[in-house]
């Protein structure tokens, strides 16, 4: 059974770094294949993708925001953490973790099958 | 960048009836790699459909995808109370960045 779980500040002040914690099970980073994803969410507004890792260290990012992110692995504990930096209100939203899809016949593809239970963040003064 | 447009954006139905919504896509997603969820308030995204047309593990055969090219659609036949939530497309066919439509909220 995979589950998956985020952790960190509710409340960051602008211009902070945020970090988030991803703690999982029931899968391993690594897995062949293997990857995790970090989605956000604001208020009543539609998903956005921000980055993924997979399990070879190889990371992907939004473009729009690749200079603020980075992403990280630590396989001994199954974490990935989110790291963005120069919080700004309009990233006030919540963030989820995700693993990389996996069909029946093992084939993975970057949509995502397991998803956190979501944190949010505000960024306020 | 892949955009995704939803339509409509809002629909009101009736338990029991069969609904289609659209998802269109800026440039035509090969292979199908377009994928549907499910969110209800305060909940996290649910997978219902993959590739396209694959359902996901424990999702219901009321829901059915189906489409290629730019344009996709997520049937669900006879709905259930339960099935009222908001429904996002996503593409995974270029990438980054992976995005996800605007959502289409189906209300009673």
């Known amino acids: 059974q995979i589950t998956l779980k985020e952790s960190g500040p509710t409340l960051v002040k602008p211009t902070q770094t945020l970090t988030l914690t991803c703690s999982f099970s029931?899968?391993?980073?690594?897995?062949?294949?293997?990857?995790v994803g970090w989605i956000r969410q604001p208020p009543g507004k539609a998903l956005e993708w921000l980055g993924i890792?997979?399990?070879?260290?190889?990371?992907r990012y939004s473009p729009s925001l690749k200079t603020r992110l980075t992403i990280t692995k630590d396989t001994s504990k199954n974490q990935v953490v989110l790291t963005m930096t120069d919080m700004d209100p309009v990233d006030t939203a919540t963030y989820y973790c995700a693993h990389r899809g996996r069909d029946g016949s093992g084939t993975y593809s970057p949509y995502f099958d397991y998803w956190g239970q979501g944190t949010l963040v505000t960024v306020s003064s | 960048e892949i955009e995704l447009t939803q339509s409509p954006g809002t629909l009101s139905v009736s338990p029991g009836e069969r609904v289609t919504l659209s998802c269109r896509a800026s440039q035509s997603i090969s292979a199908g790699n377009l994928a549907w969820y499910q969110q209800k308030p305060g909940q996290a995204p649910r997978l219902l459909i993959y590739?396209?047309?694959s359902r996901a593990t424990g999702i219901p055969a009321r829901f059915s995808g189906s489409g290629s090219g730019k344009d996709f659609t997520l049937s669900i036949s006879s709905l259930q109370s339960e099935d009222f939530a908001v429904y996002y497309c996503?593409?995974?066919?270029?990438?980054?960045?992976?995005?996800f439509g605007q959502g289409t909220r189906l209300d009673i």
């Open positions: 996503q593409q995974y066919n270029d990438w980054p960045p992976i995005t």
């Open positions: 890792i997979h399990w070879d260290d190889n990371k």
């Open positions: 029931g899968f391993s980073l690594t897995t062949t294949e293997a990857a």
């Open positions: 590739d396209a047309s």
